[in-house]
Each structure stands twice: as structure tokens, then as C-alpha cells.
């Protein structure tokens, strides 16, 4: 597609239950990230994929938090036995290749647990 | 102390305005970039830079390595430029950015 494409754009949930974010980025885009902007917080970093295999995945907050990439394409995070301190807008960015090359970035999930 | 600090965090200038946004790092860094996000929007890359200078339209973006610093500058404001602007660096190899807290820019008509 032309941009970074994320769904949904909202999510609301029950705390307890699982979510799954889903990201499509620009095709050829070998490089993508995962970051968390929590009201108040700033924009965090939780991981990074380069092509399918993730070399970082150290902004993950906890093992309730997992992500995947396949095909060098589509990136789904995955948020199990959510908790309200995760809700946050969660935004992802691909780019050509990882180190410093400019990133785009998709419109996010804001994401409610209630 | 965060490594990435922005000043002003709120700033509110009349249309037509000369803006200046600035940005202090704390490491080493191999790239400084500015972003921009409007209200309930996504993120937009205004610049990446590593030294010098860039323009883009009324944007400006300056980056003095030595001193660790970085200005955005916005000319002849508009209303339309009303939105957060976030500074954030990468450091060596990583492809991680570090970012500041935004600043707010309201620009009223």
C-alpha cells in the first residue's frame, strides 16, 4: 500500500482478555518497529523486526507481550491477559533498512482496556 | 534525566510567527530526527539529519553535533502547523529512537 497501514485503529477490551494489533507496512520496507505512546508517558520503543527474525525485543514491558512478522510483510503484536496500564496508542514504523534510514510511521491503535 | 529534552513544551504564536522548537541529547548520536503528529493523528518524519542543515518548505531543521543540540524552525506560521512536534535520536547502529516529550504548538489565526 502507499503508507503504513494499522488495524484497528481503536480496540476496546475487557481487562483479562487477549488483543492483537496488526501492522501492513510499506511494501519493500525490510525494517519494522513497534512503540507505545501512553498518555503522560512519550513515545517508548518495543521492538524491532528485520525481515521476519526481531534482534530487539528489548522494550517489550513484560512476557504478557509478544509480536511476530511474517513473510517480511505483516507484523502482529499480541497483548495477552491485558491490564488497564496497557492502554496507550500503539504505532508502528517500517522503513528501508534499520539503522537511520527515515521511518514511516502508520496512524496507531489506541488501544482501551477497561 | 531523560537523554532527550525539548523546549519549549508548550508554545502558542500568532499566525505569521517565526518558530523556534529546540532539542538537547545526551549521547551520542547517529541520527536527530523530527516528527510531527496532529491531534488524533499519526506520526509524520518532518527531517532526519546528522549535521548541518535541512529545509523543507517554512520547515528548517539545524543540528550542532558538538554541542549536542538541534533547533526546528517554522516560518511564517499557520494555524495548520498546530501540533505536537517531537525530537528523536538514534544512536551508533540502533535503530532505536529515543524520543523527547513533544512540544505542543498552537498557532492561532
Known amino acids: 500500500g502507499a503508507g503504513v497501514s494499522q488495524s484497528p485503529s481503536n480496540k476496546v477490551t475487557e481487562k483479562g482478555k487477549d488483543v492483537e494489533l496488526r501492522c501492513d507496512p510499506i511494501?519493500?520496507?525490510?525494517?519494522l518497529y513497534w512503540y507505545r505512546q501512553s498518555l503522560g508517558q512519550g513515545l517508548e520503543f518495543l521492538i524491532y523486526?528485520?525481515?521476519?527474525?526481531?534482534?530487539?525485543k528489548s522494550g517489550l514491558p513484560s512476557d504478557r507481550f509478544s509480536a511476530e512478522r511474517t513473510g517480511g510483510s505483516v507484523s502482529t503484536l499480541t497483548i495477552q491477559r491485558t491490564q488497564q496500564e496497557d492502554s496507550a496508542v500503539y504505532l508502528c514504523?517500517?522503513?528501508?533498512?534499520?539503522?537511520?534510514?527515515?521511518?514511516?510511521f502508520g496512524q496507531g491503535t489506541r488501544l482501551t482496556v477497561v | 534525566k531523560n537523554e532527550v529534552e525539548q523546549s519549549p513544551q508548550n508554545l502558542t504564536a500568532q499566525e505569521g510567527e517565526f518558530i523556534t522548537i529546540n532539542c538537547s541529547y545526551s549521547?551520542?548520536?547517529?541520527?536527530l530526527h523530527w516528527l510531527q503528529q496532529h491531534p488524533g493523528g499519526g506520526i509524520v518524519s518532518l527531517f532526519m539529519?546528522?549535521?548541518g542543515k535541512k529545509k523543507h518548505g517554512r520547515l528548517i531543521a539545524t543540528i550542532n553535533i558538538q554541542e549536542k543540540h538541534s533547533s526546528l524552525h517554522i516560518t511564517a506560521s499557520h494555524p495548520r502547523d498546530s501540533a505536537v512536534y517531537i525530537c528523536?535520536?538514534?544512536?551508533?547502529?540502533?535503530?532505536?529512537?529515543?524520543f523527547g516529550k513533544g512540544t505542543l504548538l498552537t498557532v492561532n489565526p
Open positions: 511494501s519493500g520496507h525490510t525494517a
Open positions: 539529519l546528522s549535521s
Open positions: 549521547v551520542g548520536i547517529s541520527a
Open positions: 523486526f528485520q525481515g521476519n527474525s526481531a534482534p530487539d
Open positions: 528523536a535520536v538514534s544512536a551508533g547502529s540502533n535503530y532505536k529512537l529515543t
Open positions: 514504523a517500517s522503513s528501508f533498512s534499520p539503522a537511520n534510514t527515515e521511518a514511516f
